[in-house]
């Protein structure tokens, strides 16, 4: 058996919409010279390159198919053996199952590679919910507002520019985004659960000051990856 803390380590990034989890793998990336890899833009790059699995991935999406587990495991095969991961990556966007968890811990062993955690960013649903759902822009000069936060000085007025005109993005809503955290917890729970039986799930308070934050995910990163 090799040393495991020699084998180069893959994160799983879990988190719902607005939790930072975009701007949190850029630093890790940064950081610890990780390469964040995401689903989507993989698929994408494989399809371009003509790749074996990009070859079938595109044949599937043009028959309006969905892309099998399998593909998607070919694909991100090819693209670990590159040498850039070799500090590590995080995965963004898989697995997304825990049936694809697990294919996920077989393609690791076979590569000789290690799953260093899978970090839960956990964020107050209500809370969450009041910081989306309060958002709103002055419609002339773009300026942010929020119901809570951040109000104007003289009630419907733009600080900046005095314009009393307001926009809300409609998916900004309490009833969206509420709906967007259920579907998230609905989707994760088995991942959570698959990741906490194997003792590689860490959960990371991902409310409040953005350095900090960070400061939690590069504490636990540093730890699993030494
Ligand atoms: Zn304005």
């Given at each position: 058996m090799a040393d495991t803390m020699t084998q180069t380590a893959v994160l799983i990034l879990l988190g719902p919409p607005g939790a930072g989890k975009g701007t949190q793998a850029r630093m890790l990336e940064e950081k610890f010279g990780l390469v964040q890899l995401s689903t989507g833009d993989l698929l994408r790059a494989a399809v371009a390159a003509g790749t074996d699995a990009g070859q079938q991935a595109k044949a599937v999406m043009e028959a309006g198919g969905l892309v099998s587990d399998e593909i998607v495991l070919a694909i991100l095969k090819d693209r670990m053996?590159?040498?850039?991961?070799r500090k590590g990556a995080i995965l963004d966007?898989?697995?997304?199952?825990a049936k694809q968890a697990a294919a996920l811990d077989a393609l690791l062993e076979e590569q000789g590679m290690r799953l260093g955690a899978a970090i839960s960013l956990e964020v107050d649903d209500e809370a969450m919910v009041e910081r989306v759902s309060g958002r709103y822009t002055c419609?002339?000069?773009?300026e942010g507002y929020h119901d809570s936060f951040k109000k104007p000085a003289v009630a419907g007025?733009?600080?900046?520019?005095?314009?009393?005109d307001f926009k809300r993005r409609a998916d900004d809503n309490a009833e969206t985004v509420g709906a967007r955290l259920a579907a998230y917890h609905e989707q994760t729970a088995p991942l959570i659960t698959y990741y906490e039986g194997k003792g590689a799930l860490k959960r990371v308070d991902?409310?409040?000051?953005i350095d900090r934050i960070a400061g939690d995910l590069a504490a636990i990163v540093a730890e699993v990856t030494a």
């Amino acid at each position: 058996m090799a040393d495991t803390m020699t084998q180069t380590a893959v994160l799983i990034l879990l988190g719902p919409p607005g939790a930072g989890k975009g701007t949190q793998a850029r630093m890790l990336e940064e950081k610890f010279g990780l390469v964040q890899l995401s689903t989507g833009d993989l698929l994408r790059a494989a399809v371009a390159a003509g790749t074996d699995a990009g070859q079938q991935a595109k044949a599937v999406m043009e028959a309006g198919g969905l892309v099998s587990d399998e593909i998607v495991l070919a694909i991100l095969k090819d693209r670990m053996a590159e040498p850039d991961t070799r500090k590590g990556a995080i995965l963004d966007g898989f697995p997304r199952t825990a049936k694809q968890a697990a294919a996920l811990d077989a393609l690791l062993e076979e590569q000789g590679m290690r799953l260093g955690a899978a970090i839960s960013l956990e964020v107050d649903d209500e809370a969450m919910v009041e910081r989306v759902s309060g958002r709103y822009t002055c419609a002339n000069c773009g300026e942010g507002y929020h119901d809570s936060f951040k109000k104007p000085a003289v009630a419907g007025v733009c600080d900046k520019c005095g314009s009393t005109d307001f926009k809300r993005r409609a998916d900004d809503n309490a009833e969206t985004v509420g709906a967007r955290l259920a579907a998230y917890h609905e989707q994760t729970a088995p991942l959570i659960t698959y990741y906490e039986g194997k003792g590689a799930l860490k959960r990371v308070d991902a409310m409040g000051e953005i350095d900090r934050i960070a400061g939690d995910l590069a504490a636990i990163v540093a730890e699993v990856t030494a």
